[in-house]
């Protein structure tokens, strides 16, 4: 049974930064494009970030030069470095391993920017 696990979010303040991780278990993880997806309340879910085993990146438009997001293959992890937070940024944040409509998905961890 593939796993994957969330952890990092939790409470910041408008400008603070926070990381993500996303720990693989029982998958062949260099084969995966690995992606963060985030749902705000009322909205659908949205891609935030995904890296391909190559290197290949792509983002949001609204959180790019904010968010990076990188993986090792070596430990089965991927990561979301969220810097310049905003309110908006609220939502919970999801793994992705191999692409949304067939992929895996971790259970999500809350991120919440608020003063």
């Known amino acids: 049974q593939v796993q994957l696990v969330e952890s990092g979010g939790g409470l910041v303040q408008p400008g603070g930064s926070l990381s993500l991780s996303c720990a693989a278990s029982?998958?062949?993880?260099?084969?995966?494009?690995m992606g963060w997806y985030r749902q705000a309340p009322g909205k659908q879910r949205e891609l935030v970030a995904a890296?391909?085993?190559?290197?290949?990146?792509n983002y949001a438009d609204s959180v790019k030069g904010r968010f990076t997001i990188s993986r090792d293959n070596a430990k089965n992890t991927v990561y979301l470095q969220m810097n310049s937070l905003k309110p908006e940024d609220t939502a919970v944040y999801y793994c992705?391993?191999?692409?949304?409509?067939?992929?895996?998905w971790g259970q999500g961890t809350q991120v919440t920017v608020s003063s």
């Open positions: 992705n391993a191999g692409g949304a409509s067939m992929g895996h």
């Open positions: 890296m391909t085993k190559d290197g290949s990146t």
């Open positions: 029982r998958i062949r993880f260099s084969r995966y494009v």
